[in-house]
T-cell receptor, first 111, second 111 residues
Framework: GESVGLHLPTLSVQEGDNSIINCAYS??????FIWYKQESGKGPQFIIDIRSNMDKRQGQRVTVLLNKTVKHLSLQIAATQPGDSAVYFC??????????FGTGTSLTVIP | DAGVIQSPRHEVTEMGQEVTLRCKPI?????LFWYRQTMMRGLELLIY????????DSGMPEDRFSAKMPNASFSTLKIQPSEPRDSAVYFC?????????FGNGTRLTVT
């Protein structure tokens, strides 16, 4: 029979534009969040993190925003490049010190 | 720093056979995690160790799955007997402090 899999949210952006990837997390007690990038054939790689006592953190070309009221996390990538094409995951750390991952968003950068 | 090292990169086996996946965490990291990634369920936490001691194995799907960490530099995930539905990419990750560092995974195919 036909297999049903996760339908990853997808985002296509033009090279040079800004990208915004969103994530909803589940546990209001989670105190730490990370964004990961996963390229084909590789493991997830750390991009940026944020603690629950912050609402914004900036890195090089990336910014993470945290809205605890609605349990929402976003990753903004400035001036998106072809090398940014990948699947992006958010992860939350719960009170048991374990990390749980979202389903991911597939980003495609159009040259 | 060589990062988290997993072996083999690919494993193809027949149903009923025993499979052993191996992981060498980053030196000095005191926590180790095993994750499974499938299209159906995304990234799932199977088990994690702290200072070589299993802390939470509630994610291990069945008794056919077992994991060991005999020392700080080595861990195994064993499936015996393997079944086709075990086909997935298995990731090992290690941590010291906050963020997780992933290996490049073992792609397991059970026919």
């Amino acid at each position: 029979g036909e297999s049903v899999g996760l339908h990853l949210p997808t985002l296509s952006v033009q090279e040079g534009d800004n990208s915004i990837i969103n994530c909803a997390y589940s546990n209001s007690a989670s105190d730490y969040f990370i964004w990961y990038k996963q390229e084909s054939g590789k493991g997830p790689q750390f991009i940026i993190d944020i603690r629950s006592n912050m609402d914004k953190r900036q890195g090089q070309r990336v910014t993470v925003l945290l809205n605890k009221t609605v349990k929402h996390l976003s990753l903004q990538i400035a001036a998106t490049q072809p090398g940014d094409s990948a699947v992006y995951f958010c992860a939350e750390r719960n009170t048991g010190n374990q990390f749980y991952f979202g389903t991911g968003t597939s980003l495609t950068v159009i040259p | 720093d060589a990062g988290v090292i997993q072996s083999p990169r690919h494993e193809v086996t027949e149903m009923g056979q025993e499979v052993t996946l191996r992981c060498k965490p980053i030196s000095g990291h005191n926590s180790l995690f095993w994750y499974r990634q499938t299209m159906m369920r995304g990234l799932e936490l199977l088990i994690y160790f702290n200072n070589n001691v299993p802390i939470d194995d509630s994610g291990m799907p069945e008794d056919r799955f077992s994991a060991k960490m005999p020392n700080a530099s080595f861990s195994t995930l064993k499936i015996q007997p393997s079944e086709p539905r075990d086909s997935a990419v298995y990731f090992c990750a290690s941590r010291e402090g906050t963020s997780l560092h992933f290996g490049n995974g073992t792609r397991l195919t059970v026919t």
